[in-house]
């Protein structure tokens, strides 16, 4: 049994404070190719993965800004979206492309591309960085989608913060898997 493996699994949680320094060479590539290993019916390879630091996230900020303004909303919600990506140092905007398919529908690559966030965050915990994967009404703006270069087709699933934890991870609690659990 591999118990380190386990025990990640096990104890993974989100930290949604943040600071440099951000993942960076081998260990952004670890990162990386943990999410392409996400399960992935057809062998489709459903993802791209749009990374933002240093000036970047300034850019991904006007950007989410320019979509919120565009979408109609209120000038409270444009100046939280320019200051969004400014949570982390490094930040992923992660999108299924999705593929025509005709045993993997649309949902199946949506899934995929969220296994591969899930699949990064934990390749981020077990190298001692903290991260979140934040989410967003504007996740479903095709005015953002258009902005960052993705297809009609495709699908942003969410963003994940990247960096080091500037407190102390919390321990999950016991769940009690009985209450979630049927056996048919």
Same mark, same amino acid.
């Given at each position: 049994?591999?118990?380190?493996? /386990?025990?990640?699994?096990?104890?993974?949680?989100?930290?949604?404070?943040?600071?440099?320094?951000?993942?960076?060479? #081998?260990?952004? #590539?670890?990162?990386?190719?943990?999410?392409?290993?996400?399960?992935?019916?057809?062998?489709?390879?459903?993802?791209?993965? /749009?990374?933002?630091?240093? #000036?970047?996230?300034?850019?991904?900020?006007? /950007?989410?800004?320019?979509?919120?303004?565009?979408?109609?909303?209120?000038?409270?919600?444009?100046?939280?979206?320019?200051?969004?990506?400014?949570?982390?140092?490094?930040?992923?905007?992660?999108?299924?492309?999705?593929?025509?398919?005709?045993?993997?529908?649309?949902?199946?690559?949506?899934?995929?591309?969220?296994?591969?966030?899930?699949?990064?965050?934990?390749?981020?915990?077990?190298?001692?960085?903290?991260?979140?994967?934040?989410?967003?009404?504007?996740?479903?703006?095709?005015?953002?989608?258009?902005?960052?270069?993705?297809?009609?087709?495709?699908?942003?699933?969410? =963003?994940?913060?990247?960096?080091?934890?500037?407190?102390?991870?919390?321990?999950?609690?016991?769940?009690?898997?009985?209450? =979630?659990?049927?056996?048919?």
């Amino acid at each position: 049994m591999n118990q380190a493996a /386990l025990s990640l699994l096990l104890t993974r949680s989100s930290c949604g404070l943040l600071q440099a320094p951000a993942p960076s060479g #081998e260990a952004l #590539e670890h990162i990386l190719q943990a999410g392409l290993r996400a399960p992935d019916h057809g062998h489709l390879q459903p993802f791209q993965f /749009l990374l933002a630091e240093g #000036e970047g996230l300034n850019r991904l900020g006007a /950007l989410l800004a320019e979509s919120a303004k565009q979408d109609g909303a209120a000038e409270e919600a444009i100046e939280r979206a320019t200051q969004m990506p400014l949570r982390a140092p490094l930040v992923i905007t992660v999108a299924a492309r999705v593929q025509p398919h005709n045993k993997v529908p649309a949902f199946e690559q949506h899934l995929s591309a969220g296994c591969a966030v899930m699949a990064m965050q934990m390749a981020a915990q077990a190298q001692g960085f903290g991260g979140i994967w934040r989410s967003s009404p504007l996740m479903y703006s095709r005015k953002l989608h258009e902005l960052l270069g993705l297809n009609e087709q495709d699908q942003i699933v969410g =963003f994940l913060y990247l960096g080091t934890p500037a407190t102390s991870l919390r321990i999950p609690s016991f769940v009690n898997s009985a209450e =979630f659990v049927r056996w048919i």
